[in-house]
């Protein structure tokens, strides 16, 4: 791969602080001046495009002639600069305060006077250009460390060593902005009074929803509690469902009627959506017996918080899923407080991995997204070949419990916002793409802004949906064509026949 970086040195107006010999070896650089090849007198610098770190501003226009040298240089894929095999400068100048050119640039204007002609160094100049792009969709492999090494239960761990790809990267960035973004909305309309009843919000958790869908695919079956916005939406579900459904609305996933603790895709293995408290566990592991039943090679995920990790349904279900090494995995989504009640007050036994006793288990950061992928992924092949197995993803909410919980009365504003700077998902991401390079500051915001006006639409489009048919109330109870009919009060009266 090839990069063009300027020894900015060479500029004094622009120098801002002092800067590396670009002899050395350093990690991380990229273009930082890009040139207007058709000026009749040289290389004019144009533009300014991404030297944030030593105070430099993105896409600043420079309007003074150039003084400076810019040098070519291979780049490994890990974005470290080796030497440099030309320079683009058509001038001599030699970096203030120096006496004599250095090495890099001798070698630079060696190479510079063996070609014959400017052309030759036309193309791999616009070849640079079209660098970032090309990196940014590019699947070449990345190769990253978890944020923590994995606890484990009658197991042993999975590798730390996670690898994925610039797609990949800027994919989670994406998916998981969207749904912090449509939390937020979320939150904004119940305060509205556009959204009525329960609504129980996941911004802070979104590296569990990302990660595992990264792990597997739509054959595989996933049922979660009430909190499962951000679930549906990474099985493939849109934000005008999403919001038609949190308003009531015929555009939902549910037609309007389930509200927010009942989202469902069935076509891409999403069961819900439940607002009984520990009692989708045990429907997930008849989703891992008809998965075991109909040999599909693929896993049931029963997701839960660590409020109902002590209902007794939970180890009942766990009991006979064991017993008939059903594939199923049991997800403990540990954010640390049952509605208000810490974890430490409501179990004695806060190690939820280990809950299972002869069932393995593994405590995974749940607040690493590449952690989540990779403990997901051990977790389906083990179930396959093995039966359960329990995952605590140790999360976080930022909101509190549900709307009607301001989350600060039974923990502290400081330790919110302590978990928001050192361990919030989203900036984790940011932080690799731009340890990576794969796109600049300004890039990512673009992004955010993106998905902020995709949301905006998806609710302006959802207020748009009508209301569903009082009929409806009498659908999906009963199986169709029975003819059931439903009285009034005094049974004399027929008030409807149910479809």
Not at 42 to 58: A, D, E, T, V
Not at 238 to 267: I, P
Request: proline fraction near 5%; include cysteine; aromatic fraction near 8%.
């Amino acid at each position: 791969m090839c990069s063009i970086i300027t020894d900015l040195r060479y500029v004094p107006k622009l120098r801002s602080t002092n800067f590396l010999d670009s002899s050395k070896v350093v990690p991380g650089w990229r273009t930082v001046i890009s040139f207007d090849p058709r000026s009749r007198d040289g290389w004019i610098p144009r533009q300014q495009s991404s030297w944030n770190r030593h105070g430099l501003k993105s896409g600043v226009p420079i309007q003074n002639k150039i003084n400076s040298k810019a040098l070519l240089f291979c780049v490994s894929s890990n974005s470290s600069l080796t030497k440099p095999f030309w320079t683009l400068s058509p001038s001599k100048l030699k970096p203030r305060g120096e006496k004599k050119t250095p090495p890099s640039v001798e070698m630079a204007l060696s190479h510079l006077k063996s070609s014959s002609s400017r052309s030759i160094l036309v193309k791999p100049l616009a070849a640079a250009f079209s660098l970032r792009r090309l990196i940014s969709n590019s699947t070449d492999p990345i190769t990253i460390e978890t944020s923590v090494p994995f606890a484990t239960h009658r197991c042993d761990p999975p590798s730390r060593t996670v690898e994925t790809n610039p797609q990949e990267l800027l994919s989670f960035f994406r998916v998981m902005a969207t749904m912090r973004r449509m939390e937020i909305a979320a939150d904004s309309l119940y305060k509205a009074k556009l959204i009525r009843g329960f609504c129980h919000l996941y911004d802070g958790q979104e590296a569990v929803a990302v990660g595992m869908e990264a792990a597997i695919t739509k054959k595989d079956s996933i049922i979660t509690a009430y909190r499962d916005h951000c679930t549906f939406l990474g099985r493939g579900g849109t934000l005008l469902e999403v919001f038609s459904e949190l308003m009531g609305r015929q555009a939902g996933c549910s037609n309007g009627k389930g509200g927010s603790m009942h989202f469902y895709k069935k076509d891409s293995g999403f069961y819900g959506g439940h607002g009984i408290v520990g009692a989708q566990v045990p429907l997930g592991c008849g989703l891992a017996f008809a998965h075991k039943y109909n040999k599909d090679d693929a896993v049931a995920f029963a997701l839960y918080g660590d409020g109902a990790a002590n209902q007794g349904q939970l180890f009942e279900a766990l009991n006979i899923s064991a017993l008939w090494d059903l594939p199923v995995i049991l997800v403990c989504e540990n954010n640390h407080y049952g509605m208000g009640t810490a974890e430490w007050r409501a179990a004695k036994s806060p190690a939820y991995y280990k809950r299972g006793d002869y069932v393995p288990g593994l405590k995974v950061d749940g607040m690493d997204a590449f952690a989540v992928k990779q403990a997901c992924k051990f977790a389906k092949e083990h179930a396959l070949k093995s039966g359960p197995i329990i995952l605590e993803m140790d999360t976080y909410r930022y909101h509190g419990h549900s709307m009607s919980d301001p989350g600060s009365t039974y923990r502290t504003r400081d330790e919110i916002s302590g978990v928001r700077q050192e361990r919030d998902p989203i900036e984790r991401i940011r932080k690799l793409i731009l340890s990576h390079d794969l796109a600049t500051e300004k890039e990512l915001k673009d992004i955010e802004k993106e998905v902020r006006k995709q949301v905006d639409e998806a609710i302006a489009e959802a207020k748009e949906s009508p209301m569903p048919d009082p009929s409806e109330l009498f659908t999906n109870v009963y199986v169709k064509g029975l003819g059931v009919e439903a009285y009034g009060a005094d049974r004399k009266e027929v008030r409807a026949v149910l479809p």
